[in-house]
C-alpha cells in the first residue's frame, strides 16, 4: 500500500536522518569485514607495493599472489590481494544489516531500519565510498508495530500489512546481520527491556519484537520457561488456538488454573501447544487427563498425526484414546509399530473401513479391538475397490509436479502412483488399505508414492504417503516398516527432495 506524504512524514520522524558512526563501525568490522584488499603495483625498478583499502595506507610488500590473503603490514587487517593492473569491472561487495534504535517520538518504542551496504572497487581504488541505502524500516510500539519498504522499481516507500524479514525475501541472496548490541541500548528504559529478547534469535527478532508489541504475555512464557511455544509462534508453526494471546494474566494465557501454572514452573514440563490442546479437549469431554498425561499422549500422537487424532475424537474420549493407544504401543510387533504415531494412523483406517463395511462402532469391541493390526489386516481382505475413471483423470494432472519428486539410489526408485487401478492393485498386492486413499489422492489431500526395486519395476515393493514434503508413513506387505537398506533410500530420497535448504544467511553480531 503507498503511502502518502503526510503518513510517511509521520512515521519517518521516529527515526534519525542519519547514519550515525556505531552504525558506520558495524559495517566496516562486520559487515564488510572481508571487503578489504590490498592492490598492488611494481615501481619502475621492480619493488611491489601495496595500498590496503582499509589503513589508506602505502608500503613495500613482499612479492604477494594476486588472490592470496594475507596480513596488511600496517594495520595488520586479513585483506585479500588484487593486483592493480587486472580488470575490477565486477569488484564489488555487498552487505546487508538490521540496527536498533529508540524512538525519536515515543519514549517507550523502539524502531529498527533494514540497510543495505555496497562498495564498488571497479573505479579508482583509493577513492572507494561505503553506500548506505535504508530499504526498510520498522517501529514497535506497545499494542502497535508497523513496517514500510521501498518499491524494488523505485524509491517510494509502502505499508507492509505484517512484518517480514527482508533477509527472508529480497536481501536472501545476500550476506545478512543484525547488531545484538544495538538492541540491548535501543531495549534500555522500555517496556521491550523486560521481553526476554535475550532468548531469542530468529530472522533479526524483528517478528519477535512483533510480538511482544502485541502480546505482553511472551514475557510471562518465557520466564515460566516456555520459550518453546514463543519460538513456534515465530517460525510459524500450528498454535491450536491453545493460547489466549491477550490474557492479561498468565492463568488466563494458558487457560489454566493457577496450580497447573505452578506445577510447570515447578516440574519444568515441556509443554507444547499440541499437548496443551490435548489437555484443554480432555476438560471439554470429561476425561480430564492431567498436564503430565496431556504431554505423553502428545509425544505418542506427533508428529504428523494431529488430524487422525482428530478424527477418532468423534468416537471416543482423550482419555480412551490415550489408554488404548499406550496399550497397542506397548504390545506392540516392531514389524508394524516403528513408533506410536502409526497407532494412530492405522486405528483411524480401520475405523473408516469398518464405516465402509457397516460395523458398528459404537460397540466397544469393534471401535477398540484387543489386536488392532489383526483386525485391520481383517477389514481390509473385505473391502473391494473399484477403479474410478475421474480420479484418474485428475490424478493425471497432479503427475505434472510429482513426477519431479522420482528419484532412484542403490538399487531402488520412487515415483508417484499413476492411477486408481495402480493404488487398487498396491493394496491387494501389499494387504494394506492404500487402495482407500485415491479420492484423497487424487483431489490433491495426500501424495502416494510406491518405491520398487530397479530389478523388478513392475512388482509392488513399498507404498509411501506424503504430506507436506514429509513422509507420512512408508509400508511393505501387510503393513511391514521398511528393512534397514529401505529406509536408507527413504532417508537418502528425503535428503534429496524433500528437505528444504536454507537459502538466507543471518548472523547476528
Known amino acids: 500500500m503507498k503511502l502518502e506524504k ?81 580488470g575490477r569491472k ?19 518504542a523502539i524502531t529498527a531500519r533494514g540497510i543495505e551496504v555496497y562498495r564498488d572497487y571497479s573505479g579508482d581504488y583509493k577513492k572507494v565510498q561505503t553506500d548506505f541505502h535504508v530499504t526498510a524500516i520498522y517501529l514497535f510500539e506497545p499494542g502497535k508495530t508497523l513496517m514500510i519498504d521501498r518499491y524494488y522499481w523505485n524509491s517510494s516507500w509502502r505499508k507492509r500489512k505484517s512484518i517480514i524479514s527482508e533477509s527472508n525475501t529480497s536481501k536472501k541472496n545476500i550476506r545478512c546481520y543484525y547488531s545484538r548490541e544495538s538492541i540491548a541500548e535501543a531495549v534500555k528504559g522500555t517496556l521491550f527491556q523486560y521481553s526476554t529478547w535475550e532468548k531469542f534469535d530468529h530472522n533479526e527478532l524483528l517478528e519477535f519484537f512483533d510480538l511482544a508489541a502485541k502480546y505482553p504475555c511472551i514475557e510471562y512464557l518465557s520466564k515460566l520457561g516456555l520459550t518453546n511455544l514463543i519460538k513456534d509462534k515465530l517460525v510459524g508453526r500450528k498454535t491450536y488456538s491453545a493460547i489466549n494471546w491477550r490474557g492479561k494474566t498468565l492463568d488466563k494465557v494458558l487457560k489454566l488454573p493457577k496450580q497447573e501454572i505452578k506445577a510447570i514452573r515447578d516440574s519444568k514440563i515441556s509443554v507444547s501447544y499440541f499437548s496443551l490442546y490435548l489437555y ?88 477398540f479391538p484387543t489386536y488392532l493390526y489383526k483386525a485391520h489386516q481383517d477389514t481390509i481382505k473385505k473391502i473391494k475397490y473399484k477403479e474410478d475413471q475421474e480420479l484418474n483423470e485428475l490424478i493425471a494432472k ?112
Open 6 to 86: 503526510s503518513e510517511l512524514d509521520e512515521i519517518l520522524a521516529h527515526f534519525p536522518e542519519k547514519i550515525n558512526q556505531a552504525m558506520v563501525d558495524y559495517v566496516t568490522d562486520v559487515v564488510l569485514l572481508s571487503s578489504r584488499y590490498i592492490f598492488t603495483k611494481r615501481s619502475g625498478s621492480g619493488q611491489q607495493y601495496g595500498y590496503c583499502t582499509h589503513c589508506k595506507k602505502t608500503f613495500k610488500t613482499p612479492n604477494l599472489k594476486h588472490n592470496e590473503n594475507t596480513s596488511c603490514l600496517e594495520c595488520q587487517s586479513i585483506c585479500t590481494v588484487k593486483a592493480s593492473g587486472r
Open 280 to 367: 484443554h479437549q480432555s476438560k471439554k469431554d470429561g476425561s480430564n487427563l492431567d498436564l503430565k498425561e496431556a504431554v505423553h499422549l502428545s509425544h505418542l500422537v506427533e508428529p504428523f498425526r494431529e488430524d487422525d487424532l482428530k478424527v477418532l475424537q468423534n468416537y471416543t474420549t482423550m482419555r480412551k484414546i490415550y489408554s488404548y493407544i499406550k496399550k497397542q504401543y506397548a504390545n506392540k510387533n516392531k514389524k508394524h509399530y516403528y513408533h506410536a504415531p502409526q497407532v494412530i494412523g492405522t486405528w483411524k483406517d480401520y475405523i473408516a473401513d469398518c464405516k465402509k463395511l457397516e460395523m458398528d462402532i459404537t460397540q466397544e469391541s469393534i471401535l
Open 398 to 509: 497432479r503427475l505434472k509436479v510429482l513426477n519431479s519428486y522420482s528419484f532412484e539410489y542403490k538399487g531402488f526408485f520412487i515415483r508417484p502412483v499413476i492411477s486408481t487401478k495402480e493404488l487398487i492393485d498396491e493394496g491387494n498386492a501389499l494387504s494394506h488399505c492404500v487402495g482407500g486413499y485415491a479420492k484423497q489422492y487424487a483431489k490433491g489431500g495426500t501424495d502416494i508414492f510406491v518405491i520398487r526395486k530397479v530389478s523388478e519395476p513392475d512388482k509392488p515393493f513399498y507404498t509411501v504417503e506424503i504430506r507436506n514434503n514429509v513422509i507420512y508413513q512408508a509400508y511393505g506387505f501387510k503393513n511391514e516398516l521398511p528393512t534397514k537398506d529401505v529406509q536408507a533410500f527413504i532417508d537418502a530420497f528425503t535428503k534429496a527432495k524433500l528437505t528444504k535448504r536454507s537459502k538466507g544467511r543471518k548472523v547476528a553480531v
Open 90 to 108: 565486477y569488484l564489488q561487495d555487498r552487505g546487508y544489516f538490521v540496527w536498533y534504535e529508540k524512538s525519536l517520538v515515543n519514549s517507550i
